[in-house]
């Protein structure tokens, strides 16, 4: 059975929150898990806030960098979620500082202390992609004192053909295998 199978297949209610700046192929990579969109919200004002639904799993998506204000809204939407999975467009070595900022403001919110996080290192295809290694240095995740009590994991990927997709989702279900 696939990975993805046996996420659907377990009793357990998941909501799993995907983050990451637009345009880093979020959406890309989930029209491979075959979501079904049952909510799409507030594209005009500047943030983008996807709902999207399978069986026992909830995916919340955010487009992270927009307004900052729209965030108690977030709040609700990603309230309970049990992983958190930020895509990171490889190769956008502008804002790959954005991208970080971002993801720390996420993980220093005190509504996922442990919750575990998967870096989606995406767009590996691109001629200048950054490495693994240069986005765990990038993004602070080479800090092991303010890591130590989250498990987490960086999965390469490139979200046009899937590669990386199914592997990503494999380690999302031993952690909540864990729960
Ligand atoms: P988002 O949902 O995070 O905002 P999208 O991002 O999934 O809409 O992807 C943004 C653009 O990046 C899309 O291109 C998409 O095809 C492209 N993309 C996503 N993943 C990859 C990848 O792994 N490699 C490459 N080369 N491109 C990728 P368009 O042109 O439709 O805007
Ligand atoms: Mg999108």
């Known amino acids: 059975m696939s990975f993805l199978a046996r996420l659907f297949r377990q009793k357990k209610q998941f909501k799993i929150?995907?983050?990451?700046?637009?345009?880093?192929?979020?959406?890309?990579?989930?029209?491979?898990?075959?979501?079904?969109?049952s909510i799409e919200t507030l594209p005009t004002i500047g943030v983008n806030v996807e709902v999207l639904q399978r069986q026992n799993v909830n995916l919340s998506v955010f487009d992270l960098g927009g307004q900052m204000h729209f965030r108690t809204l977030w709040g609700t939407l990603m309230k309970g979620s049990s992983a958190i999975i930020f895509v990171i467009d490889s190769s956008d070595h502008e804002r790959i500082e954005e991208a970080k900022n971002e993801l720390w403001k996420v993980l220093l919110d005190p509504l996922y202390p442990d919750a575990p996080l998967l870096i989606v290192a995406n767009k590996q295809d691109k001629t200048y992609a950054m490495t693994i290694d240069e986005i765990i240095r990038a993004c602070n995740l080479d800090d092991p004192e303010k890591m130590q009590n989250r498990s987490w994991h960086?999965?390469?990927?490139?979200?046009?053909?899937?590669?990386?997709?199914e592997e990503a989702i494999k380690w999302i279900v031993i952690e909540l295998d864990k729960l």
Not at 154 to 165: N, S
């Open 154 to 165: 960086i999965q390469p990927t490139v979200a046009t053909t899937g590669v990386g997709v």
């Open 17 to 37: 929150a995907v983050v990451g700046l637009d345009s880093a192929g979020k959406t890309t990579m989930l029209n491979f898990l075959r979501f079904e969109k």
